[in-house]
């Protein structure tokens, strides 16, 4: 049996994870700008990554998009610059979004930082990240004096 160090933060992420897994399945959003510089991710996880993928219509290049992935925690931000042919005058109504998004999401697995993959195809972002196994993790040697 192996022994596992005392960390009070674990307790304290695993509550983490289950209100951010009990307010993601809330029949109402508290949130009240959902439309609004919000983007909407799907999670799930395979034998070896997790996968995130999220609708972001409108993203133009590359730039526009930041992805960033620390302590189990993936980071998805960005801009929509969205250009409109028709004028402000002549605008009736103005429902997309232009402007900045971001959004952090607690993630289910242990994954690596290194060996992230990312692809944007027809509005939809896919981030590919590798899980950490127990055949990843170093077995530190003890000397004995």
């Given at each position: 049996?192996?022994?596992?160090?005392?960390d009070p933060f674990r307790q304290l992420a695993n509550v983490r994870k289950d209100l951010d897994r009990f307010f993601s399945?809330?029949?109402?959003?508290?949130?009240?700008?959902n439309h609004f510089g919000h983007i909407r991710v799907d999670v799930h996880e395979t034998e070896n990554e997790v996968v995130a993928t999220?609708?972001?219509?409108g993203i133009e290049k590359k730039e526009d998009i930041n992805i960033n992935v620390e302590n189990?925690?993936?980071?998805?931000?960005?801009?929509?610059?969205?250009?409109?042919?028709?004028k402000g005058e002549n605008m009736f109504r103005q429902e997309r979004y232009t402007g900045s998004f971001h959004r952090s999401i607690s993630l289910p697995s242990a994954v690596f930082n290194e060996g992230v993959k990312a692809a944007y195809k027809n509005g939809v972002l896919e981030v590919r990240m590798?899980?950490?196994t127990n055949n990843d993790k170093k077995k530190i040697d003890i000397d004995f004096m």
């Open positions: 049996m192996a022994l596992t160090p005392y399945n809330f029949p109402f959003d508290f949130n009240h700008d999220c609708d972001i219509p189990n925690v993936l980071t998805i931000s960005g801009t929509l610059n969205k250009t409109s042919e028709v590798p899980k950490i």
